[in-house]
């Protein structure tokens, strides 16, 4: 049984736009490599096949199926990747139309009926968590079983499409084996520039799976329930990744890191005393209303030397609309004790939020201006599939398209249409809001000279930020219009 699992090809100017491709990260399929790991340790056959990272064109992709033949193919989906992947199962279907055609990820999770009906090419839908999903799918495909006792999976059958019970998810993380990155052009992948310290390459180390907060725009694959590797699992997959890849910085990725202190603590206690700290040093994502100052001092001393938080407004009616549950009071003191253990802070702002006005859009783009983090990012709303903002938006009527292929964050950048507009606002004004929030942050001579120094080891670093630069210079402001 051979089994190919295939991150599907989609450009960065596809996901960025032409001006800011430049600028975008280019990530580890993480779901595939654990997959295919878990699909290795069960004595399967298994390749990823990641066409984004390699640039691969639909037409290679087509003969790169044509060279080798395949069983099973596994198909990773992000919403704003449908045609790439509504394109990869065409061809899979073409060359060789008895292979059976599997996508997961947040899009067929989200929306597992309307998926299979939209694409006739598609055999099975794997909902949620993926590792045991996917092996029983191999099994039950082997063993010519039954699919109807498959928890987690949608199918056809006949004419009739059947979504089965779900599957529970999975309690002990360690069950999965570290993620199969020898399958992985490792040295192609890259973090943005304001996301790394030193190379680009910073690779992503899951420890842990879950989230039980509910933020109105975030879909939730993994489940409400906090689930973590153990210390050890974690401390064996960092050390590989200094012995065999050389890694001197990592990602540590979870929902919220810091949603269990005893856990952070313990894995940064971990780090220290096996010396990892003086090796490589970790960025992560966490939550303002998680984080404490005995937490920040742990963190530092361990190696962590940068962290991201989602604000997401400068104005607490729009916080408490998407159900953030954080004050603007917390983000305030929480950034300045993260600065005071000299942490550098990234920070994501979301722009035309549900009822939020004009001038409350330029509130947020002050207030982060005040917080003053290291990097800020303003993306548009989007109403993702399984969102509650996603429901809310369809519910009222106000979702403007279902071409999936627009529903990017980054749109102000793109020439496609935007999906959501919230009343009162055009999309004209959203698109340059989006500039000029970056343009009015990122033009301050600080930020300017924050940069400079911090690309001046690097000439390709450099040479991009300057490039950057240089590309804000060209937004000019329509004060009067917005």
Sequence with gaps: ?????????????????????????????????????????KQYNVKILDAAVLGMSLKDMEQFLKDDCFDIIGITMLTTAYSAALNTLRIVKKVSPHTVAVCGGPHPTALPKETLEEIRDLDIICIGEGEYTMYEIVKTLENNGDFTKIKGIA????????????????????????????????????????????????????????????????????GSTFRHHSIERIIEELKLLVDKYQASQVNLEADTISLNKRFLISLCDAIISNKINKKIKWTCESRIDTIDEDILKKMKEAGCWQISYGVESGVQRLLD????????????????????????????????????????SHQTIEFAKKLDADWAQFTLTVPYPGTHLYSLVKNSGDLK?????????????????????????????????????????CMRPKIFFRFLRKSLSSFPEFRKILSGFLTLLTIKEKRQRL
């Design 155 to 222: 199918f056809r059958q006949d004419d009739k499409i059947v979504i089965n019970a779900p599957r529970p998810y999975e309690k002990e993380l360690d069950s999965f084996p570290i993620p199969a990155r020898h399958l992985l052009p490792v040295n192609k992948y890259s973090l943005t520039t304001s996301r790394t310290s030193g190379g680009r390459y910073c690779p992503t180390v899951i420890v842990a799976r879950g989230c039980p907060f509910k933020c109105a725009f975030c879909f939730r694959i993994f």
């Design 321 to 360: 609309i998407i159900q953030k549950g954080i004050r603007l009071e917390q983000v305030e003191r929480i950034f300045k004790l993260t600065k005071k253990h000299r942490i550098s802070i990234r920070s994501f702002f979301m722009l035309g939020l549900p009822t939020e006005t004009r001038e409350e």
């Design 401 to 441: 398209s279902k071409n999936w292929d627009e529903y990017n964050t980054w749109g102000g950048w793109k020439e496609e249409r935007l999906p959501y507009v919230t009343g009162g606002r055009t999309e004209e004004e959203l698109r340059e809001l989006q500039k000029i929030a970056f343009y009015r942050y």
């Design 1 to 41: 049984m051979k089994i190919l699992l295939v991150n599907p090809p989609l450009s960065l100017e596809e996901r960025y736009g032409s001006k800011m491709k430049k600028f975008g990260a280019i990530s580890e399929p993480m779901g595939l490599a654990y997959i295919a790991s878990f699909l290795e340790k």
